[in-house]
Every structure is written in structure tokens, then in C-alpha cells.
RNA sequence: GCUGGAGUAGCUCAGUCGGCAGAGCGACGCACUCGUAAUGCGUAGGUCGCGGGUUCGAUUCCCGCCUCCAGCUCCA
């Protein structure tokens, strides 16, 4: 009898008689593992437990901390809902039924419409088949078993997933009781290693995305490896409901949406205050790397979309209209006006990098269904720069909008991931140019030490691109920056430069935006924070509140000496108690308290309370105006 | 854009099985002149999303459109 040799993750290698199992090799290991283990990997492949080793190699034996473990898990928790389902409703078909980032779905098609109320009869379902602790088989099965099975029972998603399958492809059907599904698996061994887990919602789906062909039921679940974990997920969700910001902006009287404008803010003063301050840190940031700031029309005729190929490859996402016999568009972008600007005059290799920044409007015609409120917006504003530069520099140039964004982000407390997106289907310029731009972004990321993750296919049309997705406070990603490696647009308006040599040169053009849109930002900072923004970016840095009317003047007074100081400051002129206009300044989030009655108004004090630790005590007014300067300069996350 | 749901006061919502529309919060006014998370009283505020149809009469029933929400798709 032949044997194979198993590489384990601490490096020793033990050889198994052939037609060892997963479980097998997890039992041998520890009881614990064997326990614990959900499937093993055999290299690249994920195997189920119960399935002959069919080769020697490096082998893990795959436990809930895995995240490939945890895919196998809830995998397993998705036919288990199927079959839940298919008790209920013996009619339903199946299509089909991924693992997502946070859980899993399955498109289905019963008889009946489903709704939320329908889930917790499925999860009592779900338990019962838990309890039952069916054990999960694998089978090999020939394509025309498979198919005739599947066309029996009338599944014809099934159906059609089979015959898209390509024809050497291993076909095999998992068995749980009563309830087999074609699926590549692999899966648990039993339904009774399912734990926590939770049905979340119902929703509509079209089949394979197609809005042409049957519109599906898609139920959403999750699973984890222990309630605690699940009890967090939950908590997260919820939390994210309580932050969003379409309920907290105009709560916190920032913005407001109106239906005469759809995907376009209303920016209240409160709000706009915020919006400055970024824009002002962005500016500030800027300046002192050499950018230079210049605002375009927001309206050109069509020549120039034609010259920049916006008319061929971003025509519908514009605004277009005609004027006098001619056409028009509202900018989507600014990189067009810039390369006009870069041609305006003739420009020497000593003039590279040059930077143009611009924070002007941005519109974009956004299908009416995507609009959310200021995450995807018509209207928008980008802290957007266009870097031309020469072929040496553009490592150096990238490296710098890294180090910029690292700036930007840190500031915020914020992390973030890097993806690699690269050329589209539908694209300009040459396969040359797109390889030497994909290297340029990929090289410099290596050089800087940066991970990144590759994205095919995700790129802009006119160049590859970078993606810096943040991570929030409740840990959930978005992508904010970019930075693109452009050789087309550079070629489109005949761009040039002189170089040492005295020659005409081409530049190279970098597309970049740290924030990204400054709506989609600010809410993003509005779920991030909670609405409790630190106190630099707080529209209100202080709120003034006289304990009654007789304090009013000294209240004026203080209010106006913080406002001479730059600080953000409002003097709640209300004839409220002080308990109340203390809540309402809570409620309205203001980092800071200045409680003022006849006692700071003898002394010339305030006293402070902070939206975070309460009251403070009193101070000189001039002691505060210091101490929230320095907090403001500081940009610290936190009051005191 | 597609599927489903929704649109009544600034906000959250009730209501009319077709007969001149209601509450709480908020806003505003008055009184109280107050010491660290809601003082009391009063007032104003609605072409019941828009357009058409049925009807003696439509916010209510029917049709179309717009917008929003949950998804699909797309993306900053």
C-alpha cells in the first residue's frame, strides 16, 4: 500500500497510508483539533473533513479562526436555510447560494412572497434540522444523472447551472436527510456543528443580475462561531441604523435632501462650516507639497469631451443638453480642463511636477436608484489634483500622494487597505501604456512596503488605478482616495514639455483625490463619529449658555472674544432653564460647554463642561480660548 | 434603469370603509430670571408628492409621473 507525505504548518512532515482522511489526519494531530477542525486545505484546494486525501502536500487542518473555516461554516448554514425552506415549502427552487463578507444568502424562488415575518419560522426550522444533526455527504455524480435529477424536480436554475458548466468539470451534489443540492462544497460534516447564527432580511434578486430574467427571493443570513461574535455583528448593524447620516444630518442641521434636487445637498450653515474645515485641512496639506489651486467651468461644449474621449466612453454618467444648435456638457470630472490649462503654455522639464488642485462642482448623472443620500450624490465636490509629471518622477509622485493620504487619514483615526484596479473592457489608449501604468502603481507600492489586493477589470478607462478603502469605527470599508496613472489623456491634448535635451517631451499625467467626494466624506465622518465630531471639525466648537437672562450681555461678550479668536463659537440666546439648554447642546453634539452666570461673570471665567467627561470647572476666559486653540491646531480626536 | 414598499405639519406618526384633516416633538410668543441632560401657558403651521380620470363631492378609488426606502445593477 502506497502512502503520502503531508507538509503540516509547523514544517514536519508525516506520511498517511493512501486514502487518509481530513478527519483522519486532524484526529492524529490532537483531539482538539479533531474537534474543532471544519475542513482541511490541501494546498490551494479546501477539502471536506470525510473526504480520502487524494494527494500528498501541504496540509492545514481548517478551524472557525480560519477564515476559510468560517466560510465552510456558513456555506453549510445556507443549505441548511434551503432546506428549511424546501420543509416549508416543498415547491421552492434553488438557484444559488454564496458566502459573502458577512454572511451568506440564497436565491431562491418559493411559491409565496416571503417577508421579514417569515424569518423566524425558517430559523425555528433551521434549529430543528441543527438538532437533528444530519450528516453532509459528498457525491460524485455523472453530469447526465445530475441534470435528469435536477429537471425531475423542476429545478431549473439547477438545470442551467449544470449546462454552463464546462464539460470536463467534477460535478457532485451534497446530501443532508432529505435535502440534496448541487454544490461544489465543501461543506461541515454534520448540521449539528451549526451554532450561532441569524436570518437578517428578505429582499428581491434578479437571476444571475439580470433584470430581463426572473426576479428571486434572496434571504440573507449570517453565522459565526460563537453567539458573542454574532451578538457583535448584530450590535454593529444596529449602530450603523442609529449613525446614518441621512437621519443625523439634518438632525444635527448639516444638510438637507430636497426632492426637487434629487442627489444634490443642501448645505445648512452648520454643515458648511464642516465642509470648509475639511476643505481647509485638505488645502492646507496641499500647499505645503507645492500644489497649486485654480477653478474650471463647470460647462463646456462638447469639443472638449470629444478631444477627451468623455463623450465616447462617459457620456451617459454626464448631463448633457443642447444650446444653440450645439452641445453641452456639466463636468464629471476635471481632469479635461486641466490638461487644458497644462497646454495654455509652453512648459520646461524644471516646471515638472505641476500640480493643479481643484475643489469645484463635479456633476454626474447617477441612475435615480443608486442615490444615497450623500454617499452617492449628482452634485459633488472632489479634493481632486491633477499631477503632470515626467516618466522618472512618477514613483516619486505617487509615493508622495501616498504620503499625503497617510497624513489625511491618520488624522481621522482612520485605516486603510489598498487595491490594485486594473484595465477595463472598455478602454482607451494601448495595451503598452496600460502595462506601464499598471507596473508604475504595483513597483511603487513594493518599493514603499504597502499590501495591496488586485482588482482586474476595475480601473477608469483612461488608466489603472489605486483604491485606499478606510475603515471606519464600526469596521466597515470605503473607498475614499485614488491615484491614477494616466499616459492617454497626456496623448489626447498633444501635451508637451521641453526636456534637458531640448526635445519635446511627453508627461505623464496622476489622477488624485485623498478624500475622494467631499459629500460622500462628510457622511462617512458623520456615521464614523457618531455626529460627535472632534472639536477642529465640529461646526459648533463651543456653545455659550447663560444661566438666565441677566447673563446674557457677559454671554454676548464671552461669545464674541472665543469668534475674535477664530474659534466656532454660538451663544444659546434662548429663555430656557439652564438644564435644558444644557441637553439641547448635548443633544446637538457640541464638544463644549461654557456655563456663564453672575459668579464668571464677577471673576471673567467660564465653566466649562465637556461633551465627554462633564463639567470641568471654571476657567479664565482667555485660559479656554488657549486651550481650544491648541485642541483645534492639534486636531485632536477627542475633547478634553 | 429593474423588482417590491412608501409619500399626511419642519420631524416621528395617527386618521378618513369617499363628506370642510389630528397628536407628540420642534418653531414662535408670553410669564418665570433660574447653576450642569426637558419650567409653565399660549400661538402659528398642511393645495394629505404631482398630473389626469371616476363621482354631486377625492387626501381616500383608478391610471400615469416624480421622489424616497430595501435590494438588483453600477460606482467616488
Known amino acids: 500500500m502506497s502512502a503520502i507525505a503531508l507538509q503540516m504548518p509547523d514544517g514536519k512532515e508525516a506520511t498517511f497510508p493512501e486514502g487518509v482522511t481530513g478527519a483522519e489526519v486532524a484526529a492524529s494531530i490532537g483531539q482538539r483539533l479533531a474537534r474543532d477542525a471544519v475542513a482541511v486545505r490541501l494546498g490551494e484546494r479546501v477539502l471536506d473533513l470525510a473526504r480520502p486525501l487524494p494527494e500528498g502536500g501541504p496540509l492545514r487542518v481548517l478551524t472557525l479562526a ?18 428549511a425552506v424546501r420543509r416549508i415549502w416543498p415547491e421552492t427552487r434553488l438557484a444559488i447560494g454564496p458566502v459573502i463578507e458577512d454572511g451568506f444568502y440564497y436565491d431562491m424562488e418559493p411559491p409565496v412572497r416571503l417577508t421579514e415575518e417569515d424569518l423566524p419560522r425558517i430559523e425555528a426550522e433551521m434549529k430543528k434540522i441543527v438538532a437533528e444533526d444530519l450528516p453532509v455527504s459528498r457525491e460524485v455524480w455523472p453530469r447526465a444523472q445530475a441534470r435528469a435529477f ?65 426576479m428571486l427571493q434572496r434571504l440573507y443570513g449570517t ?15 444596529e449602530e450603523a441604523r442609529k449613525r446614518d447620516h441621512r437621519k443625523l444630518g439634518p438632525e444635527l442641521d448639516l444638510f438637507t435632501l430636497h426632492d426637487v434636487a434629487p442627489g444634490f445637498a443642501f448645505w ?58 450645439e452641445w453641452y456638457g456639466m463636468k464629471p470630472m476635471n481632469c479635461p480642463a486641466h490638461c487644458i490649462m497644462f497646454r495654455e503654455q509652453m512648459r ?23 442615490l444615497h443620500g450623500l454617499l452617492r450624490v449628482r452634485g459633488m465636490h472632489q479634493d481632486d489634483a491633477h499631477c503632470f509629471v515626467r516618466e522618472d518622477q512618477i514613483g516619486a509622485e505617487i509615493a508622495d500622494c501616498i504620503g499625503l493620504l497617510d497624513e489625511l487619514y491618520g488624522t481621522f483615526g482612520m485605516g486603510y487597505t489598498i487595491n490594485l484596479a ?11 501604456t496600460w502595462g506601464r501604468a499598471e507596473s508604475a502603481l504595483a513597483d511603487t507600492l513594493r518599493d514603499l512596503g504597502k499590501d495591496f489586493a488586485i482588482h482586474p477589470g476595475d480601473g477608469a478607462f483612461y ?35 521641453i526636456g534637458a535635451d531640448g526635445a519635446e517631451h511627453r508627461p505623464v499625467m496622476i489622477h488624485r483625490a485623498i478624500m475622494g467626494t467631499l459629500e460622500r466624506f462628510i457622511g ?105 486653540a491648541a485642541e483645534v491646531a492639534e486636531r485632536r480626536l477627542q475633547p478634553r
Request: charge should be negative.
Open 66 to 83: 480560519d477564515p476559510e473555516g468560517l466560510e465552510v461554516y456558513r456555506h453549510t448554514a445556507t443549505h441548511i436555510m434551503a432546506q
Open 150 to 214: 435536477f429537471a425531475e424536480r423542476g429545478e431549473v436554475y439547477k438545470v442551467e447551472i449544470i449546462d454552463d458548466l464546462p464539460a470536463d468539470a467534477e460535478l457532485t451534489v451534497y446530501r443532508q436527510g432529505e435535502f440534496v443540492d448541487l454544490c461544489r462544497g465543501p461543506h461541515l460534516p454534520s448540521t449539528g456543528r451549526l451554532k450561532a447564527f441569524k436570518l437578517l432580511s428578505v429582499a428581491g434578486a434578479y437571476w444571475r443580475g439580470d433584470e430581463k430574467r426572473p
Open 223 to 237: 453565522a459565526f462561531a460563537e453567539q458573542t461574535q454574532l451578538d457583535h455583528f448584530l450590535w454593529v448593524r
Open 268 to 325: 445648512h450653515d452648520k454643515g458648511f462650516r464642516l465642509y470648509r474645515a475639511l476643505e481647509d485641512f485638505s488645502r492646507e496639506l496641499q500647499r505645503k507639497r507645492g500644489y497649486q489651486e485654480v477653478a474650471t467651468p463647470v460647462l463646456f461644449r462638447s469639443d472638449l469631451y470629444e478631444e477627451s474621449g468623455h463623450w465616447g466612453f462617459f457620456r451617459p454618467n454626464m448631463f448633457t443638453f443642447q444650446q444653440d444648435g
Open 348 to 370: 520646461s522639464y524644471r516646471d515638472l511636477p505641476l500640480r493643479l488642485a481643484e475643489y469645484g462642482q463635479l456633476t454626474r448623472y447617477e441612475r435615480s436608484g443608486t
Open 422 to 432: 486594473t484595465r477595463p473592457q472598455e478602454y482607451m489608449g494601448t495595451l503598452e
Open 463 to 497: 488608466g489603472p488605478k489605486l483604491e485606499f478603502d478606510i475603515t471606519d469605527a464600526l469596521g466597515r470599508k470605503w473607498q475614499c482616495g485614488t491615484v491614477q496613472v494616466d499616459w492617454n489623456l497626456p496623448e489626447r491634448f498633444d501635451l508637451k514639455y
Open 524 to 628: 462617512i465622518l458623520i456615521e464614523h463619529f457618531a455626529g460627535a465630531f472632534p472639536t477642529w471639525l465640529a461646526p459648533e466648537q463651543a456653545r455659550v449658555l447663560p444661566v438666565s437672562d441677566k447673563a446674557q450681555a457677559y454671554g454676548r461678550q464671552v461669545a464674541a472674544d472665543l469668534r475674535a479668536r477664530g474659534l466656532r463659537v454660538d451663544l444659546d440666546k434662548s429663555a430656557e432653564k439652564i438644564g435644558k439648554k444644557i441637553r439641547d447642546a448635548q443633544m446637538a453634539k457640541v464638544p463644549y460647554m461654557l456655563v456663564v452666570g453672575e459668579r464668571e461673570e464677577q471673576a471673567g471665567t467660564v465653566a466649562v463642561r465637556s461633551r465627554a467627561s462633564g463639567d470641568l470647572g471654571a476657567e479664565p476666559v482667555a485660559a479656554f480660548a488657549d486651550a481650544l
